[in-house]
DNA sequence: AACCCGAAGTAGACAGTGTCTACATCAGTT
DNA sequence: AACTGATGTAGACACTGTCTACTTCGGGTT
């Protein structure tokens, strides 16, 4: 495995293991076995190296939609939403790390055309469900941001605090309720 | 005004200005004319610092809040959910630096209490519309998330690459008519 | 009045960060 | 054989947050 793919996997590891804060180049450079300036041969600065960890968590994300049960449309959507919050919750760090967009380059070529084929293949799923007012790429976003506010309020344990608890199951089923019931 | 709030007061200028990667400590204790130690006899580290600028920006969402317009509990409730995002699309900065957890403390006690004071104002709206077949707070949260995500993805510039670009105002509509349609 | 003491501010130091530059190595081409 | 470009190293620089002396100064106590 040539220095810069192995890069790629360290920080990986680093960031599933200790979180956002902890990739650090020279941390990654440390437990790659290279000098703390070797990483700048394969990347052009931190955010390029940490662009392609993050079209890596985009890529699983893909996967996950490419490999959904058979069934219904209905069924395929509601378990594609399922998936994205299950995947956030399983990886915090990543999930974390592919919208900081202080750490990462949008505009890199690979991650912007995975992180838009996700949004794709998300909207054909809703399109597929038909039955929409709108415009199903319309619903599609809508449906986007609500899963991952979801997400994202409770990696947060933004309602830890309030007097009332919801386990992520539960909101995630009033969500779909109030798009598909 | 007493160093202690010049220096909240500067932080949160600089942020709005120069967005959260601009708030240094030492940053704001240049602008706001003290020596780079000075912030640390009043915080106890950055965090608290900015946990104290964040306080602000969950204070002054409470309040757009308490100043609703008069009408129906579900046109109190649709103003709510334009009040939400129409303040993050306004405040991008504060917006993120609230939902930081790398950058504030979220069990800073001031801070706790006006966030989940925000989450509980939010329940009573949602409460006062009725008609859902689950708990109120339950779709609280969901609701709350969904608008949550909706500012954060479209701040993040995430469909910006895509196929299809909605306005924000467009996908909040989609998103009010799935809940209170 | 003399003393003291704690709060507030300053300046210096330290480790850690990303990035730049000079240098070394080494395989492949001409 | 000599050059050349890619790859890696080591050192430096400016910047960060935080820690630790050191000063300054105002208000109480004795």
Chains 1, 2 share one sequence.
């Not at 804060?21 to 394969?42: E, F």
């Not at 940490?50 to 968590?57: D, E, K, N, P």
């Not at 985009?58 to 959507?77: H, K, Q, S, V, Y």
Request: aromatic fraction near 8%; glycine fraction near 8%.
């Amino acid at each position: 495995m040539g220095t810069r793919q192995r890069l790629i996997t360290t920080a990986s590891e680093l960031l599933a293991e200790d979180g956002v804060g902890a990739v650090t180049l020279r941390g990654i450079a440390k437990a790659a076995g290279v000098s703390h300036g070797a990483p700048l041969r394969h990347f052009s600065g931190r955010a390029e190296l940490l662009s392609a960890v993050a079209t890596q968590g985009f890529t699983e994300l893909l996967d996950r939609r490419t490999r959904l049960p058979d069934g219904t449309p209905r069924e395929r959507l509601s378990a594609a939403c399922h998936s994205y919050v299950d995947f956030a919750l399983r990886n915090p760090a990543m999930f974390e790390l592919m919208f900081r967009r202080d750490l990462i380059d949008p505009d890199e070529p690979a991650l912007a055309a995975v992180s838009s084929a996700v949004f794709d293949e998300f909207a054909a799923l809703v399109a597929a469900v038909g039955g929409h007012r709108t415009d199903p790429r319309l619903v599609a976003a809508s449906l986007w941001a609500a899963l991952h506010g979801l997400a994202q309020l409770w990696l947060w344990g933004g309602l830890a605090g309030a007097s009332f608890v919801p386990s992520p199951e539960a909101a995630l089923a009033v969500t779909l309720d109030a798009y598909l019931g």
